[in-house]
């Protein structure tokens, strides 16, 4: 996933002069992991920018630069960090559109790496999705694989509003995928049906989705499982179409189980489908608690027992 999104940057960066990257250590050092490595190089200092330690200041300065005609691609360190900028987020960049009536958008993106599971202190392991998502007027996407990676990063480079660009740090190099060299764009608000089944359906997005898939394929399920991809706008019709074809719904995610993404998707089923279903929606999730230090880490996040006994009790209902 690392380097499907240094390719999309590189690429986009090549289409378009005004495209602009900004962030702590993200030129001569690449960023934390790695991600801008090499751009700075080919396209110099006033294009991949070292900023200071402030990520208010990057988040303020990318709105700025949008106004202004550029193409901001701003990278946090860590989620837990971006709590910082979330003023210039919330009532600056997701509000321009609205606060004009349309007159001005703000085309900036905010790159950062998200989710637990590599055990990381304090602040290094947020899952935030829900933040952005709540206000209205800032897009969510969250890609599982390099290929969505890539094409959701083109494609959120041709978008003239503000987008979150939630990356699973446990996913940069957890594995490889092939990939066209070439431009090619994912729909954003759109899910992907990544397996289809009929027994039951698993929605889930993020650092979850390669565990589904190996749970599924260990237990040699019929299960369908779709990857949200998109968590602001949520692709209902998607989401709908599972369920009523199912019959059964389990939502997994990493992110704490009160108020979370899950509990939005739950109660579109609950309102559109709810008599589609053959038994209750059953959420797995984290707990509503701080995230813990890294021992503890795996009693915390939702792991593969977890997920096949939620199966199981679903599938027996």
Do not use: C, W
Not at 198 to 205: D, F, G, Q, V, W
Request: hydrophobic share 45%.
């Amino acid at each position: 996933m690392v380097t499907a999104i240094n390719n999309a940057l590189e690429i986009g960066m090549r289409e378009n002069e005004n495209v602009v990257l900004l962030g702590e250590d993200i030129g001569k050092d690449g960023g934390v992991f790695r991600v801008t490595e090499g751009l700075q190089a080919k396209f110099g200092e006033n294009r991949v920018i070292d900023t200071p330690l402030a990520e208010a200041g990057i988040a303020g300065m990318s709105v700025g630069m949008a106004l202004s005609g550029l193409k901001p691609v701003a990278e946090m360190q860590f989620a837990g960090f971006m709590f910082l900028a979330f003023d210039q987020m919330i009532n600056h960049a997701a509000r321009y559109r609205s606060r004009t009536r349309g007159a001005f958008t703000v085309p900036m993106i905010v790159r950062t790496p998200v989710s637990g599971g590599v055990r990381t202190l304090e602040h290094h392991s947020e899952s935030p999705e829900v933040y952005y998502s709540h206000m209205g007027g800032l897009i969510v996407v969250e890609p599982s694989t390099p290929y969505d990676a890539k094409g959701l990063m083109l494609k959120a480079l041709h978008s003239e509003d503000p987008i979150v660009f939630l990356e699973p740090t446990k996913l940069y190099r957890l594995f490889k995928q092939e990939i066209p060299d070439e431009a090619y764009e994912v729909p954003i608000g759109k899910a992907s049906v990544v397996k289809e089944g009929s027994k039951l359906s698993i929605i889930t997005y993020g650092t979850m989705v390669p565990l589904v898939k190996e749970v599924v394929e260990k237990k040699k399920i019929d299960a369908e499982i779709v990857d949200l991809r998109t968590i602001n706008p949520l692709d209902e019709a998607a989401i709908l179409a599972s369920a009523k074809k199912t019959g059964r719904v389990l939502i997994v995610h990493e992110a704490s189980l009160s108020f979370g993404a899950g509990a939005e998707v739950a109660a579109r089923i609950a309102e559109k489908a709810m008599f589609e279903l053959e038994a209750p929606i059953m959420r797995i999730a984290s707990p509503s608690l701080p995230y813990p230090f890294p021992g503890y880490e795996k009693y915390y996040v939702p792991g593969a027992k977890r997920i096949s006994q939620a199966i199981d009790k679903l599938l027996e209902a």
